[in-house]
C-alpha cells in the first residue's frame, strides 16, 4: 500500500506538477518561437521573469478569482459534472503507465514502476479514453447554447470515429509482443536486433557488405509497426481535440465550441485535461512505440551487471532504476516536442477531410496493416522458428 | 489481484479529489454577480431566439451507428491479437472470413454514401 501511495505521489508531482504546467509555457514560447515572435515573458516576482516560466502560476490564480458563470436555462448539476468527467481519465490514464522496469531489490516481490500492473493495461487506456467523450458531449448538451451544442456533436463524432481506428491501429504492436499489458511490452523492446538478420535464412547473409549485415536496431514497436505509429499518433492527437483536429473548439467558426459556456475554474479543468493529456499521450505512445523506459543497446541484465561489478548488485539496480526513469521521461519530452510541432506546423482540417481520413483512409489502411503483420509474423515462425 | 485494482482505485479517488478542491477554491475566492441579460447563452450578443434542444444533422446518427459495428469488430482483434502466435495460420484464415464479412459491409456503407459528409 506505501508503495502504491510512493507511486501515485511520484506520477502526480512529475506529470501533474513538473509536466502540465511548463506545457502551457512550452505551447506558448515554441509557438513564438516558430512564428517568430517573443512570447509570454510579464510574468514576474519582484521583476525577476524567468523567461516567462511564471505564466502558469499567474494563469491558475487568475482563474480561481473569475466569476463561476452558468447559463440561464442550463442543467447545473451536469454543467459542474462535465469538466470533472473530462479531467479524470486523462489522470487516471496514467495508473497503467510503466515509467520504469521490474527490478529485484531481495523483497517479497520484485519492484514494478506501475501503479496498477495489470494484464489489460491497453484495455484500461481506451476504456478510460472513452469516458472523456462524455465529458465534452455533457458539456455542450448542458449548456443550453446553440454553438457548444454544435461543438459537442462534432466533438462527439470524431472522438468515437478515431476511437476505432486507434483500437484497430496498435492490433499489431499486441500481435508482435503478445501481450496487452504495457509493463510486458516495455520488457519485450528492452532488446535489439539485427535489421537485416533475416537474410540468413535465404544464404544470402555472407553477400552483403560486413557493415550492412551488423546494423542492429532496437525491437521498439516504431521500427516493428511504423504504420502502426503513425496511425495511432494520429488517431490520439485527434481524440484530444487540438489542432489541427480541434473542430469541436473551432474559434473562427463555433466561437469555442463546447466550453463556450465555461468560465474560471470549470474551463480551468477542460484545459487542465487538454494539457494533460499532452504528456499521456507522450507516455503511452513511449510505451508502445518507443521502448518505455528501455535505453537503447543496453538492456537492463547488461548495465546492471555493468554497474554493479563496480559497486555492487543492490546500488546498480537502484542506479539503473534511475537511469530508466530519465530514459522515460526523456522519450515523453521529444513526444512532446513532436506535438507541439504538429499542432503548431498545421492548419486546421475541413470537417469532411477529419472523417474521411479516419473512415475512408486510416480504417482500411489500419486491416491491411494487421494482416500484412500477421503474414509476416506467421512466416518468421516457420521460417525462422 | 485486489492489489492491483486498488492502484487503480486510489488513482481514481485523488483525482476526483484534486477536480473538487480546484472548484471548490474556485467557489470560495471568485464573487459572484449575476443579472438576467448576462445569465443568457452567449450567441454574439443577440438573444437566442432558437432553443439548442431540438433535431440536428441525422449525419451524427449515422456515425454512432457505424461506430458500434466497427468498434465492436474492433473489440474482437484484441483477444485474437494477443493470442496470434499460439492461433497460428488457423487464426489467421477464421479472421480473415470474419473481416470479410465486415469489408462487404464497409463496402456497402461507402457505396450508400454514408461516409460522405
Redesign the interface.
Known sequence: ?AE??G??LF??LVV?GAFLPMITWVERKQSAVMQDRIGANRANIAGITVLGVLHPLADVLK????????????NRVMH?LA??IA??PA??T???VPFAGVYDFGGENPFSF?????DWGL??VFAVGSIAAYGTIIAGWA????????GT?RA??QM??Y??TM??SV??V??CF???SLQEMSLAQDSSFRLLGFLEHFGLFETLPGWLAWIQVPTWGIFLQPMGFVMFLTCIMAENKRPPFDLPEAESEL?AGYH??YS???W??FY?AEFLEVPVIGCIVTALFLGGWSIPFLDTQTLIGGIGSFFGEGFATGVVLVLHVHAFLAKVVIMIWLQMLIRWSLPRFR??QV??LC??IM??LS?VN??VT??V??WF?EVVG | MLAEYSGVLLLLLVALIVAGVMLLVQQLLSPSREFAEKQEPFECGESPIVSPHQRFSVKFYLVAILFIVFDVEAVFFYPWGALFMDLGWFGLIEMATFVIVLGVGLAYVWMKGALEW
Open positions: 500500500m502504491t501511495i507511486k501515485i506520477v502526480l501533474m482563474l480561481f478569482g473569475k466569476e463561476d458563470f452558468v447559463p440561464a436555462g442550463a459542474l469538466p470533472v479531467l479524470v489522470i487516471i496514467l495508473a497503467v506501475v501503479i496498477a500492473d495489470v484495455l484500461y449548456s443550453n447554447n446553440n454553438w457548444a451544442l454544435l456533436v462527439s463524432a468515437i470515429s476511437e476505432v483500437g484497430l492490433v499489431g499486441f500481435m503478445q501481450t496487452l466561437i463556450l459556456e474560471g475554474m470549470r480551468g479543468l487542465t470537417y469532411d472523417m474521411d473512415w475512408k480504417l482500411p486491416l494487421i494482416f500477421a503474414v509474423l506467421l515462425q
